[in-house]
């Protein structure tokens, strides 16, 4: 099981943070529904999330690009809200739509 996963993370695909930042923040394709896609990140208390759903919104009352933060809300596959937004650190963003991210 193990090698399998070694080849699987070996074949996985990367993209540079700042694509996936300027691809995250492109709120709405050209019919103007919101763009979904997921996202692997790590909370400030440690914890690692996956939300295989999600679009972009506000993270709150800060300046996300002063403080470096984007806010994240789950959807279903409709793309109707679910649970409460997520403020994501971009330097703990792990994986953006199944692409692990590098520097």
Same mark, same amino acid.
């Given at each position: #099981?193990?090698?399998?996963?070694?080849e699987?993370? !070996?074949n996985?695909?990367?993209?540079?943070?700042n694509?996936?930042?300027?691809? #995250?923040?492109?709120?709405t394709?050209?019919?103007?529904?919101r763009r979904i896609?997921?996202?692997?990140?790590?909370s400030?208390?440690?914890?690692i999330?996956?939300?295989? @759903?999600?679009y972009?919104?506000?993270?709150g009352? #800060? !300046?996300?690009?002063?403080? @470096?933060?984007?806010?994240? @809300?789950?959807?279903?596959?409709?793309? !109707?809200?679910?649970?409460?937004?997520?403020p994501?650190d971009?330097?703990?963003?792990?994986?953006? !739509?199944?692409m692990?991210?590098?520097?």
């Open positions: #099981m193990t090698i399998h996963l070694i699987h993370l !070996n996985m695909e990367t993209i540079r943070r694509l996936a930042l300027a691809d #995250m923040d492109i709120r394709d050209e019919r103007g529904r896609f997921s996202i692997k990140f790590v400030k208390e440690g914890k999330y996956f939300i295989p @759903q999600a972009a919104c506000g993270a009352r #800060m !300046n996300m690009k002063e403080y @470096q933060f984007r806010g994240v @809300q789950p959807c279903d596959c409709k793309g !109707n809200p679910e649970g409460h937004p997520y994501v971009i330097d703990l963003i792990l994986e953006y !739509n199944k692990k991210i590098v520097f």
